[in-house]
């Protein structure tokens, strides 16, 4: 390996103020000075890259850029750390794919204290099926669980439920044993859902505003994975003592609410981070993924396509077309 290796990447840059995305040729020599250099395999499509991709300086500041906040291969080169030549590894979150050239290339260079040890009995691919998305679910439900939730208690809400997160938190909490109600304005994937374990499948107006501080208790606990308007319903509808985990934003940052579900209520509010946590932390999920927790229905669905698909796919995430898991594999 020299800094003469040429590799590809899906790189986007900026033309007469559009961020264009395409297939570039590039050198190892391109990729910034860190630890660990490593050959990837397989990717994982998230909401964010699709922010990335489309010039979000919010995500991305500097263009041109290669996207791809996840990434799974084998460790070519390691000049610190606890990683050796020829080790399996996975990245996500930290600045991978946001201002650090991310798995949308064939190569990535880190710091080691970005990279986790491969699940035993995994390869990237199944790793990637999971990805952020899938890391992120892991950890709402373990917050959950942390807050005493319980099958005996109650139905348990996820919001988003199509999209990449929501779809592995209703599977992982129907394998647990929970009643799982998905909440999603994709009623064409009502069946897929139902699939996946969730008994009953609600539409986005389940979530519609109303002006009512609380309504009347519909769930035990909930995982929501949209925010804006739709968060703030869903804790008006809350069982006393319920928590919900909060982990994204597609309906907006913005929360406005009252104290009255959580001084009338006693719910809890359980915000979630997958990005800049502990690596133990996300090592504690991926080997709870890959033994316990393994979703096999998500698994088998997982969709691959080539860097060649990226563009469409991307812009599907930005209109709120995508649903379910997509990796890209690079030998595609």
Not at 75 to 87: R, Y
Not at 171 to 184: C, K, R, T
Not at 247 to 270: M, S, Y
Request: aromatic fraction near 6%; charge should be negative; proline fraction near 5%.
């Amino acid at each position: 390996m020299t800094n003469d290796t040429e590799f590809k990447a899906w790189r986007v840059q900026e033309q007469d103020g559009e961020y264009i995305g395409s297939e570039q040729t590039l050198h190892v020599s391109d990729l910034p000075e860190n630890d660990v250099l490593i050959r990837v395999s397989h990717s994982s499509l998230n909401y964010k890259d699709a922010l990335s991709a489309s010039g979000n300086k919010g995500v991305t500041r500097n263009f041109p850029h290669t996207p791809g906040i996840d990434a799974a291969g084998e460790v070519v080169e390691a000049s610190a750390g606890p990683f050796s030549p020829g080790d399996k590894v996975l990245v996500t979150g930290y600045d991978l794919g946001m201002n650090t050239d991310g798995g949308f290339g064939e190569y990535i260079r880190v710091p080691a204290g970005w990279c986790v040890s491969m699940p035993r009995d995994w390869d990237a691919r199944t790793a990637m099926i999971y990805g952020t998305a899938g890391l992120t679910a892991g950890l709402c439900v373990q917050k959950l669980l942390t807050m005493g939730a319980a099958p005996e208690q109650g139905k348990v809400a996820v919001s988003g439920a199509s999209g990449a997160v929501g779809s592995v938190a209703v599977e992982l909490l129907a394998n647990l044993g929970f009643e799982v109600v998905g909440i999603s304005g994709k009623q064409d994937h009502a069946d897929a859902l139902k699939n996946l374990g969730a008994s009953e499948v609600l539409g986005r107006d389940a979530l519609a505003a109303e002006k009512k501080p609380l309504l009347k208790p519909a769930f035990a606990n909930a995982v929501d994975t949209v925010g804006g308007g739709p968060l703030a319903e869903l804790l008006k509808q809350i069982h006393p003592g319920g928590s919900v985990s909060c982990c994204g934003l597609v309906a907006g940052p913005q929360l406005e609410t009252t104290v009255l579900p959580f001084i009338l209520r006693g719910n809890n509010l359980l915000g979630v981070d997958s990005v800049e946590i502990p690596l133990a932390q996300k090592q504690a999920v991926w080997d709870k993924f890959s033994g316990d927790w393994a979703c096999k229905k998500t698994e088998a669905s997982a969709r691959d396509i080539g860097r060649g698909e990226l563009d469409s796919a991307l812009r599907a995430f930005l209109k709120g077309e995508s649903s379910g898991k997509i990796v890209l594999d690079h030998s595609m």
